[in-house]
């Protein structure tokens, strides 16, 4: 609601500091005793305050979870994330949005769930989602540009997301063409962009992505055992997923408007510095076949090139890589 999220804002700006219930009744608008009462949600949410008389209150724990109230608390972004859906359960958070977004959800809102029962991957792969461990979230946009440019924002996203690990997990992960990222050569994030369009406009676009975050080895099924990773694995400690996904939020806003005004090269350059198959050996399976090569990095508009044996140079919008 609006008056939760204008006490989160209180307590964010508070940064861990006390705030007397008189200042809070005056910035909510309500009485003390409805002060109280939002007071005591918060706590079965799994917040711990602290309530000292002639002080007022503080946070002194925030939970791991990933509901609205913990990532709006803290969050930096004028729109992405300002309205969140979220659920403990569901079966995909990419089928929310696009139900969201159907029904005129404004851009920037986010569906975000504890754990997904059939998370999707791209060509109907499987996205496995366990509870509580990852981030599991879709984002709906509606970007004024041409649909055929739509797969430009699944790089702009996995480059918002690798410098979103780099800053809270320390860890410089490589980004792979399209639309993953990996760690020490295993996949720690998936990026699925689904689009909504005519054939000239573009109605939305659901940016889904999934993060392997605090998940032990044990917790992968046995199939992706040795080809999936988590941060916490790689760095050893556990991540607050709520504050990653503020940064992620925040990074993802920022190139997007910049990305707006002024196009995908800005864009492209961050994209090259996490790219570390640029230059190496690489097959590509397409629809029309598979093509081995050189990759030679992206075009201006984030299209792959690679260079056969022939020394003949091929475009590639849509394909899945090996190295
Ligand atoms: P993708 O098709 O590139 O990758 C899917 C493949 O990745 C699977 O076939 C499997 O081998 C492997 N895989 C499955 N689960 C995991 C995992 N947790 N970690 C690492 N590897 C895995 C990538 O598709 C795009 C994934 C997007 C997921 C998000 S989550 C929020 C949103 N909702 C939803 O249903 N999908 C998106």
New binding site residues.
């Given amino acids: 609601s609006d008056t939760r999220r204008k006490l989160l804002e209180l307590f964010s700006e508070a940064n861990g500091d006390f705030i007397s219930g008189q200042k809070i009744s005056e910035v909510l608008g309500c009485s003390r005793t409805a002060v109280w009462k939002h007071i005591e949600e918060l706590r079965k949410e799994g917040f711990e305050l602290e309530a000292v008389r002639r002080l007022g209150y503080r946070i002194v724990k925030t939970p791991d979870k990933v509901t609205a109230n913990e990532i709006q608390l803290g969050l930096k972004t004028e729109t992405f994330g300002r309205y969140i859906h979220f659920e403990e359960e569901v079966t ?3 089928k929310i949005a696009l139900r969201l977004a159907y029904e005129g959800a404004k851009e920037g809102t986010l569906v975000i769930a504890e754990q ?1 029962t059939a ?5 109907d ?5 366990p509870k509580g461990t ?1 981030i ?3 984002l709906i946009l509606r970007p004024p540009i041409p649909p055929q440019k739509a797969p430009q924002l699944t790089l702009l996203t996995a480059v918002a997301i690798a410098q979103a690990i780099q800053e809270k997990a320390n860890i410089v992960p490589d980004i792979k063409w399209p ?2 990222i990996l760690i020490n050569g295993k ?1 720690c994030v ?3 962009t689904e689009l909504q369009a005519d054939p000239d406009r573009i109605h939305s676009v659901i940016i ?3 993060i ?1 975050v605090n998940q032990t080895l044990d917790q992968f099924p046995e199939e ?1 055992r040795t ?2 990773t988590s941060l916490a694995i790689e760095k050893g400690e556990r991540i607050q997923r709520a504050q990653l996904v503020q940064e992620i939020l925040l990074r993802l806003e920022r190139l997007y408007q910049q990305y707006l005004q002024y196009g995908f090269r800005p864009i492209k350059l961050l994209w090259e510095g996490y790219a570390t198959s640029i230059g190496k050996e690489i097959t590509a399976r397409t629809l029309n076949g598979t093509i081995k090569g050189i990759a030679l990095g992206i075009t201006d508009e984030g299209v792959l090139m690679l260079e056969d044996e022939e020394k003949h140079i091929h475009y590639i919008h849509s394909a899945d890589i090996q190295s």
Avoid: Y
């Fill in positions: 995909s958070t990419q997904q998370g999707r991957g791209r060509m792969r499987k996205w496995f989602s990852g599991w979230m879709s639309n993953d996949k998936g990026i699925l889904g992505m999934g392997n992706i080809i999936a």
